[in-house]
């Protein structure tokens, strides 16, 4: 009833060419049968699907004019802090262009507050974490929280999971990129703050490190039960490392999350940039489907990563700048070299940027729902 308030109305249907009949339990204990496009979650198990299922990172955001609309009036915390709004961002690309999964909107970094690192995100910087977090006492001082003390995304997902019928994606920061905005307290050029802790106090930085990943892990399990269909783990930082110190100072972090998480039986997917080196070292941390960024070949990416796990990617979020033809082409390009194997999810390298043009995308959804088409 909120959402209906707060909208002006109840969203419209989520229809999908391509379902099957889920069954949905009732508060008064009896089932109801609802439609659900299940071509991504197959996508994951690697099953054979009728076409390639497409969606995209940030495809909730600010180059859509709805979401601009609510952005005028909050601010993004107030976004991801209200769950019925979290609600609506998070339906708006599903409506406008019937993606084949929904992917929660929240930010990787909503645990790190309630840890006791506040942060803001201040214009023209991004996320800014108020006091980064370099000594002994204050990783020692950091609390391993439980999921309830992030409660609202919890709610957003239990209210999704009443409007949607594609599957919805919950996700949560990996230990390393959360580390990075922790210690060096934002965004930065080279890590040197973080690399500095990370090669001179490995006993400090695994302290650390061993904080975030039980978080994460504790968060993860939480939205799968609130009802998420599928997780996504974000490392957008870690193509700053090499094979040798991935496996030494983060691979063991990643895989107590991974693999307790694949233990659900839920699709886990794997996603970081810069990672053509690091393929191999990731697939051994897990994860049901690893993502490629746009500078990794896609055949290229699967043959490191091995065809028994599925792959996601990789268009460059740039050429949705391009006229529509030409993103069109570059889209066609990805498809080809998946080959139509079973397993591979279209999206993007990584996540959509602001002012991309509403129309490229549509018209590359489009495209690869019709070029993908199975005969």
């Known amino acids: 009833m909120l959402l209906q308030i707060l909208l002006g109305g109840t969203p419209r249907a989520i229809r999908a060419p391509t379902a099957t009949v889920s069954k949905t339990p009732r508060r008064d204990g009896a089932r109801t049968a609802r439609r ?89 910087e991004g996320p800014v974490v108020h006091s980064p977090v370099r000594t002994r006492a204050q990783v020692d001082a950091l609390r391993v929280i439980e999921p309830e003390e992030l409660g609202y995304v919890l709610q957003a997902i239990r209210l999704l999971k009443k409007e949607l019928n594609v599957p919805l994606i919950g996700f949560a920061g990996a230990p390393f990129t959360l580390a990075s905005y922790l210690i060096e307290g934002g965004k930065s050029a080279h890590y040197d703050q973080m690399k500095r802790i990370m090669y001179g106090d490995p006993d400090l930085w695994h302290a650390l490190m061993g904080k975030l990943a039980e978080v994460v892990r504790k968060y993860l399990h939480a939205q799968i039960e609130a009802g998420a269909d599928a997780v996504q783990l974000f490392d957008s930082w870690v193509g700053q490392l090499s094979p040798r110190d991935y496996v030494e100072y983060v691979a063991p972090h990643v895989s107590h999350i991974l693999k307790s998480v694949e233990a659900t039986g839920v699709p886990v997917l794997h996603f970081g940039t810069g990672t053509a ?19 990794t070949p896609l055949a290229w990416g699967w043959e490191q990563i091995g065809h028994d796990r599925g792959v996601q990617g990789n268009l460059d979020p740039t050429v949705l700048f391009a006229p529509k033809e030409v993103a069109v082409a570059h889209a066609k390009r990805v ?24 129309d490229t995308v549509r018209a590359v959804v489009e495209t690869v729902k019709e070029y993908s088409a199975r005969s």
């Not at 690697?46 to 909050?74: F, I, N, S």
């Not at 990731?282 to 746009?294: I, S």
């Not at 080959?339 to 509403?358: E, M, S």
């Open 277 to 295: 080196l690091l393929l191999k070292q990731q697939r051994e941390a897990g994860g049901t489907v690893l993502g490629l960024d746009w500078r």
């Open 36 to 124: 659900m496009n299940d071509l991504f979650l197959r996508a994951c198990r690697r099953e054979t699907t009728e076409r390639t299922p497409v969606w995209m990172m940030r495809q909730a955001g600010r180059y859509m004019p709805e979401y601009r609309a609510l952005r005028e009036k909050r601010t993004l915390i107030e976004l991801c802090k209200t769950p019925e709004l979290a609600c609506e961002v998070t339906l708006q690309p599903i409506r406008a262009f019937q993606m084949d999964a929904a992917i929660l909107f929240a930010d990787i970094l909503l645990p790190l507050e309630p840890m006791g690192a506040p942060f803001s995100f201040e214009k023209g």
């Open 335 to 358: 498809l080809d070299e998946a080959a139509g194997r079973p397993g591979h999810i279209f999206n993007l390298g990584h996540g959509i940027l602001p002012g991309t043009p509403v």
